[in-house]
């Protein structure tokens, strides 16, 4: 059956359709991964998005239970160059198809993305909508459309969670968290206890964590302005760590600036050099806001990591706290895996932050 993808500045793409017969809304982005439609689709830091696929044949291994990044997607809609007709691999337990039709999301196949992603690249991401019919009101409806800034309260958990080990005590702000962030934390043995994304400095220093960690979510970083007094509080008493969104809101906590990009990283394979070392680590990332280098001149926070291609700040230290941040992700479900060690950076800030302590205490 016939299905258009529509952009806000009148280009009109037909397609077949496939996935829910629903109508979708929401900004349109781009994904270069050559793999992991699946861990993509259900990451939150899509909510409310569009999520389209350079890689040109997505849905031929299927999806599995192993692979969500989260229980419920929260994308807007699905846009392939080609669906595949028959998903071939051992763990495979439903196709594409069928799972975007049991979460209600509208896909749209049979479209030229490489060209779609062109002219992305070129005017920037925009508003863009899913149908079976163009109207003639189609294109200004859709231009007229705000869309929902509420989507990391929508993402988080609602209620707090444990996930019991006899390692460090970490508390996890959830701003829409991917599943492999717990996983990493739950390798080196944290007792994780996860808390929505309002949580108060309070509620959090309560649960007397040895660090604290933000994480990735979706949307624009100054929809979220009641975390950033947390983050203030938090991070002159016990180490903390924040993953994309969470870099945002750490840097915005301390002073710094953040600005929309033009079309965002979404892939996994963004070169991130360390400045301190040359360090180069191949990295997962996905976000469409970023920090702002020159804000940066007048904070006690120092930039520590860039992008390559682009030079945009990768990640960020405070000079005074033991805190830092990430952009990337270096949980990396799915791409590379070369900046998981970042986690052993913030399992030993920690270490490190209770023998200070101790020593202060027994000093005393």
């Known amino acids: 059956m016939k299905r258009y993808l529509v952009?806000?500045?009148?280009?009109?793409?037909?397609?077949?359709?496939?996935?829910?017969?629903?109508?979708?809304?929401?900004?349109?982005?781009?994904?270069?991964?050559?793999?992991?439609?699946?861990?993509?689709?259900?990451?939150?830091?899509?909510?409310?998005?569009?999520?389209?696929?350079?890689?040109?044949?997505?849905?031929?291994?299927?999806?599995?239970?192993?692979?969500?990044?989260?229980?419920?997607?929260?994308?807007?809609?699905?846009?392939?160059?080609?669906?595949?007709?028959?998903?071939?691999?051992?763990?495979?337990?439903?196709?594409?198809?069928?799972?975007?039709?049991m979460n209600h999301i509208p896909g749209i196949a049979d479209i030229d993305t490489r060209a779609v992603t062109k002219h992305i690249r070129e005017v920037g991401a925009m508003k863009a909508t899913i149908v079976d019919e163009v109207k003639p009101d189609t294109v200004s409806q859709l231009q007229a459309t705000v869309l929902n800034k509420a989507v990391v309260a929508e993402s988080s958990t609602n209620n707090a969670y444990p996930n019991p080990a006899t390692g460090p005590n970490v508390v996890v702000v959830d701003f829409g968290l991917k599943h492999s962030i717990l996983r990493e934390l739950a390798k080196r043995?944290?007792?994780?206890?996860?808390?929505?994304?309002?949580?108060?400095?309070?509620?959090?220093?309560?649960?007397?964590?040895?660090?604290?960690?933000?994480?990735?979510?979706?949307?624009?970083?100054?929809?979220?302005?009641?975390?950033?007094?947390?983050?203030?509080?938090?991070?002159?008493?016990?180490?903390?760590?924040?993953?994309?969104?969470?870099?945002?809101?750490?840097?915005?906590?301390?002073?710094?600036?953040?600005?929309?990009?033009?079309?965002?990283?979404?892939?996994?394979?963004?070169?991130?050099?360390?400045?301190?070392?040359?360090?180069?680590?191949?990295?997962?990332?996905n976000h469409g806001y970023a920090v702002d280098r020159d804000s940066l001149a007048n904070t006690d926070l120092m930039i520590t990591h860039e992008e390559i291609n682009d030079g945009t700040v990768e990640g960020v230290r405070h000079r005074r706290f033991p805190a830092f941040s990430v952009q990337y992700h270096p949980d990396a479900a799915p791409g590379p895996h070369d900046a998981d060690h970042i986690f052993d950076e913030f399992i030993d800030l920690m270490a490190a932050h209770q023998r200070a302590r101790k020593g202060s205490n027994f000093n005393a």
């Open 7 to 101: 952009l806000a500045d009148g280009q009109i793409y037909p397609g077949t359709a496939f996935g829910d017969r629903q109508a979708a809304v929401g900004e349109l982005v781009f994904n270069t991964g050559m793999s992991g439609y699946q861990e993509s689709i259900t990451d939150q830091s899509y909510n409310g998005e569009i999520l389209m696929f350079t890689y040109p044949l997505i849905g031929n291994y299927g999806i599995n239970r192993d692979d969500h990044e989260s229980i419920t997607p929260s994308c807007k809609g699905v846009v392939v160059h080609e669906l595949a007709r028959r998903a071939s691999n051992w763990r495979n337990e439903m196709s594409l198809d069928d799972y975007l039709k």
């Open 189 to 285: 043995h944290c007792n994780l206890t996860v808390l929505p994304y309002n949580a108060t400095a309070g509620q959090i220093m309560a649960l007397n964590p040895d660090g604290v960690m933000l994480t990735n979510g979706p949307g624009d970083p100054k929809d979220v302005p009641g975390a950033l007094e947390m983050i203030r509080e938090v991070e002159q008493q016990v180490p903390l760590f924040g993953i994309c969104l969470g870099h945002q809101l750490f840097s915005l906590a301390n002073g710094a600036d953040t600005f929309k990009m033009k079309f965002g990283h979404r892939g996994f394979n963004h070169p991130v050099r360390e400045i301190a070392t040359g360090r180069i680590d191949f990295t997962s990332q």
